[in-house]
């Protein structure tokens, strides 16, 4: 056992080994390095050494894959299966992490998706239905829900290219419809969530009652850990599928038991940390809660740049980086429809400066260049939404994958566009204490109707928290002016800044 903590398994390179790597894919040779990982992390999972399994898991699997498999899947799961006792368990474990590699380094089949999916079923049947009597790192058990969703998002976005679909691959499509469909995946990330009984977990942690954060959902008692940590990590992935399908209220919702303003155990693994707090901002901006996502990016921003050193040898580091360069493109736009510098940490606004400041200065002049540039930061940043309807067989064939994004592009430059009819309306409050509502109209070239329908329709959706000023009490009088149908609007507090 101490042995094996320094053991490199890819370091194995043996000739026959590269030789045969390079000769041709064979799903049941074995290498000697793939036999002895399996054989290990075997052992170290019936033992519970989560350590050394984490040690694994993190190095030595990316270790051979880039050694030997860099080209080609590894050895099929029928092929191990001898060498670790045919276990159940740890075949769909395996499995997983053979599909998460296929889909990671090559592009896979339809059939090979199919046969993804139902794995994930499988496995995720013995967490919610059997005795699984294991201790898995947090890495692994947050890739597997992270991997999850990604495959579901993956699958929407190639089944809505069908203009290049076979017919063999439309007649697959119809065969195993239920594949990847959207109530089973949010199916059984619910279902982890209530099986595990998280929620209620977390607010008996408030009281003192248990310990979950303090030990990162590790069961020191010789329990498991994996359906509480699953379940923990699917209100996170459940956030990322309604942030992916345009429900932003749900999602943050579904992420309501996790107090993001604390430390928790989504903070241990650094790609469910940035995944959060991503989708969170994003939400919020979607919802307008400008204020949240601004101090949220803030947060990880500042986060990932005193950290992200530490992280340069990690697989997920190309990932952190990309995510990085898009939660600024997301706090450039916060900011520009919700100018709140203070909140920001002058480490991000120096860096934020440098890569968008010329952009958001041109942003907040509200005219057809600047409402170009919401546009393009928004399609570099948003999410890869999809369309989880499957397609009418019988219809002519179109591509519809980028239906989704299109439509929520609409919805986002329409609220750009109200944001910039509201700077209209602040910059004539800085000139008038009394103007009529007509002639307020006159001058935003808009008429009166629409004025009106428009400013009723902010005053039902403003916030308290989320208003900065004092547009509260000026909206509250402007609307009582419009019910009584009195043409003067007359307002004491006037407001430099929404």
């Known amino acids: 056992m101490a042995g094996t903590a320094s053991f490199d398994y890819g370091s194995q390179q043996q000739k026959p080994e590269a030789e045969s790597a390079a000769a041709g894919y064979d799903p049941n040779y074995v290498p000697d390095s793939v036999r002895s990982f399996v054989v290990h992390i075997y052992r170290h999972i ?35 299966a001898p060498y670790v006792d045919n276990d159940h368990v740890f075949c769909l474990l395996y499995r997983e992490m053979w599909f998460r590699h296929l889909y990671a380094r090559h592009s896979p089949t339809l059939k090979q998706r199919i046969d993804s999916w139902d794995n994930y079923c499988s496995l995720f ?42 017919e063999q691959e439309i007649a697959l499509l119809r065969q195993y419809d239920q594949a990847w469909n959207v109530y089973g995946v949010l199916n059984f990330l619910q279902a982890l969530v209530e099986k595990s009984t998280i929620i209620q ?13 303090a030990t990162d959902g590790y069961d020191y008692n010789g329990g498991s850990n994996v359906l509480k ?13 309604h942030c992916l399908l345009g429900d932003y209220h749900t999602g943050l919702k579904c992420l309501l038991p996790i107090d993001i303003s604390q430390q928790g155990v989504y903070f241990s693994v650094i790609g469910s940390h940035i995944t959060t707090i991503y989708h969170y901002g994003f939400a919020s901006l979607m919802l307008r809660r400008y204020v949240d996502s601004i101090r949220e990016f ?32 997301l706090l450039a736009i916060s900011l520009s429809l919700c100018p709140q510098v203070m909140l920001v940490e002058e480490t991000v606004n120096s860096q934020l400066r440098e890569k968008y400041g010329d952009k958001m200065l041109r942003m907040q002049r509200c005219d057809d260049e600047g409402f170009a540039l919401f546009d393009e930061l928004f399609s570099y ?42 700077s209209g309306v602040r910059t004539f409050l800085k000139v008038y204490s009394t103007i009529s509502l007509g002639k307020l109209a006159t001058y935003m ?14 005053y039902s959706d403003v916030r308290p ?24 609007i007359q307002t004491q507090n006037t407001c430099s800044r929404f």
């Not at 977990?201 to 954060?213: D, N």
């Not at 940590?229 to 599928?241: A, E, H, N, P, T």
């Not at 208003?467 to 009582?480: E, I, N, P, R």
């Open 298 to 329: 803030n947060k990880i921003l500042l986060y990932i740049f005193k950290t992200k050193q530490y992280h340069q040898k990690s697989p997920q580091y190309e990932q952190i980086l990309k995510k990085n360069e898009q939660m600024y493109a």
């Open 445 to 458: 070239e808009v008429d009166e109707p629409t004025l009106r329908s428009y400013v009723m329709r902010i």
């Open 465 to 488: 928290n989320f208003l900065v000023c004092h547009m509260h009490d000026f909206l509250t009088g402007l609307l009582a002016s419009l019910q009584d149908n009195i043409d003067d």
């Open 201 to 213: 977990i977390l607010e008996q942690e408030k009281e003192g009652l248990v310990q979950f954060t």
């Open 46 to 80: 019936r033992e519970k050494n989560v350590y050394e399994i984490h040690q694994m898991y993190e190095t030595s699997f990316q270790s051979i894959s880039d050694r030997f498999f860099k080209d080609s899947p590894w050895p099929s799961v029928d092929a191990v």
């Open 125 to 166: 049947q013995v967490v919610l239905h059997g005795v699984v009597n294991m201790q898995l790192p947090n890495q692994w058990l947050w890739d597997m829900v992270d991997e999850f969703v990604y495959q579901f998002q993956s699958f929407c976005q190639y089944r809505a290219k069908m203009k290049s679909k076979t």
């Open 381 to 422: 940043a948003c999410p890869k939404f999809i369309t989880p309807s499957a397609p009418s067989y019988e219809e002519p064939l179109v591509n519809y994958n980028q239906d989704a994004y299109r439509l929520q592009l609409k919805l986002f430059l329409y609220e750009v566009k109200q944001q910039q009819l509201l």
């Open 229 to 241: 940590v699953l379940g923990y990590f699917s209100m996170i992935g459940l956030l990322r599928v």
